[in-house]
């Protein structure tokens, strides 16, 4: 149990929707991390938030973008889906700068047909 | 450019010593994660080593390091069934762009009885 959940387990999307997946990190942890995991791959990582701003981004076009709340929630937004958005999508989160363990929620599902 | 490398499969008896490989190419990688992911969950955080240590035991694991060459190593000792899952090693800098990991493609480990 990493304290890290996200919501929904699973979400069908249509190519072309927006989709909006949802994190809540642990107390306490102001960064959070988002990463895309095609099947049968490794997690790709698209972006990094702290402390509300994004400081980092991976090889994603700008129609992934994401939102990080005060209350350690935070959001990733994909507009316009495509057939390759299916993957599973982790995001995971640590207690900032000077901690290096990082810990993943179970993931968000997402097959857009 | 960052890349991470793995052989996809290892099978062994249950008892036996299972021992994972890794090699990446970024020498300037701080942090050197394994996770483990079992069919349709998250990633779990196993252990970590730090880019100036050659080696961390920690119970039945076992991380070995070698910078020069950079090659990573996990050693399962006393494989259980339970053991059965993906592994996955991770590069990672450190400080405010610690939440970026690169990852392998992934080790399936299989245990048999």
């Known amino acids: 149990e990493t304290g890290v959940t996200q919501s929904p387990t699973h979400l069908i999307k249509t190519r072309g929707q927006q989709v909006t997946l949802r994190c809540s990190s642990q107390?306490?942890?102001?960064?959070v991390s988002w990463y895309q995991q095609a099947l049968g791959q490794g997690p790709q990582f698209i972006f990094q938030y702290y402390r509300e701003e994004e400081n980092g981004r991976g090889n994603f076009p700008p129609r992934f973008s994401g939102l990080q709340f005060p209350n350690y929630s935070s959001e990733l937004n994909v507009n316009a889906l495509e057939l390759d958005d299916s993957a599973l999508y982790l995001c995971?989160?640590?207690?900032?700068?000077?901690?290096?363990?990082?810990?993943f929620g179970p993931g968000t599902r997402l097959t857009v047909t | 450019g960052e890349d991470v490398e793995q052989s996809l499969f290892l099978s062994v008896r249950e008892g036996d010593s299972s021992v994972i490989n890794c090699t990446y190419t970024?020498?300037?990688?701080?942090?050197l994660y394994w996770y483990k992911q079992e069919p349709g969950a998250g990633l779990q955080l196993l252990t970590y080593?730090?880019?100036?240590?050659d080696m961390k035991q920690d119970q039945r694991l076992t991380v070995l390091l070698n910078k020069k060459d950079k090659h990573l190593s996990l050693r399962i000792a006393d494989t259980q069934t339970g053991d059965s899952a993906i592994y996955f090693c991770?590069?990672?800098?450190?400080?405010?762009?610690?939440?970026?990991?690169?990852f392998g493609q992934g080790t399936e480990l299989s245990v048999k009885p």
């Open positions: 970024d020498s300037s990688s701080t942090y």
């Open positions: 080593i730090f880019s100036n240590m």
């Open positions: 107390s306490g942890h102001n960064t």
């Open positions: 995971a989160s640590r207690g900032g700068a000077g901690e290096h363990e990082q810990y």
């Open positions: 991770a590069e990672g800098s450190g400080g405010n762009q610690g939440g970026k990991l690169i």
